[in-house]
């Protein structure tokens, strides 16, 4: 056990006007599962790149540990997986390689194929395995479930549970509950760190949200009373001042040296009054430092004339000569939330790509209501680029909904005017959603929309769904969301 100490960390990348942190001081002991949240753009991956060294910063980060990222970059993905293994880590030892991959329910014989025949979630595995056979290390996670069906993210939960030395980024909240013992947070102006799992830190972050709105909302009463008599003193200091002169028609001849003495009196106390307002208003502003806000999103769906919009019968898909799926049969009819489900590779993705009129080749029967309006989010966003207004207007979307949207997800103003390519990954993924909330139609498609999506988004876009009710076929394996959100469930 050995503790990494942060002391008075500041970083901020050259082309920003704002620090990204600023003076941060924490610590970490390097036995703890330690879970890393925080909205999307917020820091973590920077700070995870500040932890090995990789940009210049103020402020001192000590650690008697050498740091691990994970994912690994793989070069040469046509290589055998054991070559793969050998040339992250040139000492492994063939027993615990299998041992690895043994807890993560990973057949042996993938360490003699090429890598890149294994699926995502095997690779994944994989990959896991290969950095926990480092040790005297303290590893740093990065968002591994975004490539993990349901089941593979339990498995991959479980063997987290007993590991520890780690900081593990997750959005999903059911896997973070499962395999941490403390949690460091990202809020508006500082790092908190916690005992406990994700569940327990929300609870007593919405505990002290409260708290803190209440503590606001009897500081607003008092500054409105400081305003009211500031600019009473003020007044009255004014009208002393002009008595100074005295009148044409009075003939009297005012004594100017008292008169001014308590107009400066009565000025004094004016100020003194609004130094008191003024350190009120800071106060405020401290106080609610970090809460977070969630302001509540609308959808466009619009109405259709019929109750069922989609019909597969006996649905059967094919790469080539392999069959992917089979047998698929199921409606979806207005108001359905339905939840697709099934490992990596069961053909979830292509049927959701069938169904949104892609050229997929298939037997069987799809019905779909004629003039049916689909908005389809794709897995993939890390191809945007581009300024948002062009965006926009390329998808014929009102674009002050679409910024406003935005916003409520957590954009800054800067951020609007930046270039999409400077985007994180989960503010790309926000982009394509808020285009999809924006437009005008019947059925809605999102394919893992929440990859990279941070929590408090994922809890908006559940409200979203549960208020407005709209037609939606998804594709999820946030085990959480889909609990609150699916009112029927398909399995491939």
Known sequence: MSLIHVTNLTFGYDDSYDNIFEKVNFQIDTD??????????RGKTTFLNLLLG?????????????????????????????????????????WQVMRELSL?????????????????????????????????????????????????????????????????????????????????SINKTQIDIQKGNFSTW??????????????????????????????????WSDQVEKTKFGTKDSGLRPDRGYIGHKSAKMMKRSKSIEARQRSAIEEKSMLLKNIETSDRLKISQTDFYTNRFVELQDISMFYG???????????????????????????????????????????????????????YVAQNASHLNGNLSDYSR????????????????????VQLEKDISDFSDGQKKKVLLARSLCEKAH????????????????????????????TILFVEHDSEFCKNIATKIIEL
């Open 32 to 41: 703890w599962k330690l879970g890393f949240a925080g909205r999307n753009g």
């Open 54 to 94: 990789k940009y210049e910063y103020s402020g001192s980060i000590s650690a008697k540990t050498n740091f691990e990222y994970f994912p690994f970059k793989v070069t040469e993905p046509k290589d055998n997986t054991i070559d793969i293994i050998e040339n992250i880590y040139p000492d492994y030892l063939l």
């Open 104 to 184: 993560l329910q990973v057949s042996d014989d993938v360490l003699y194929r090429p890598f890149e025949t294994l699926s995502n979630g095997e690779q994944t595995k994989v990959l896991l395995a290969t950095l926990f056979l480092k040790e005297n290390r303290f590893l740093l996670i990065d968002e591994p479930t975004n490539h993990l069906d349901m089941h593979a993210r339990q498995i991959v939960s479980e063997y987290l549970n007993t590991k520890r030395g780690f900081i593990l980024v997750s959005h999903d909240r059911a896997f973070l509950d499962h395999c941490i013992d403390h949690i460091l």
């Open 202 to 235: 929300w609870e007593n972050k919405k505990m002290q949200d409260n708290f803190e709105l209440a503590e606001n909302e009897k500081l607003r009463k008092d500054i409105i009373r400081l305003q009211a008599a500031a600019k009473r003193t003020s007044d």
């Open 321 to 375: 000569q392999k069959k992917v799926c089979e047998g698929v049969q199921f409606t979806i009819e207005r108001g359905d939330r339905v939840a697709l489900y099934g490992k990596n590779g069961s053909g979830k993705s292509s049927l959701i790509k069938l169904i949104c009129g892609e050229d997929i080749f298939y037997t069987g029967t799809i019905r779909k209501a004629s003039q049916l309006i689909i908005s």
């Open 394 to 413: 390329d998808h014929k979307i009102d674009e002050s909904i679409f910024k406003a949207i935005l916003r409520k997800l957590d954009f800054s103003r």
């Open 443 to 470: 059925l809605h498609v999102w394919d893992e929309p929440l990859n990279f999506i941070d929590v408090i988004s994922r809890m908006q876009i559940e409200e979203l769904l549960l208020e407005y009710r709209p």
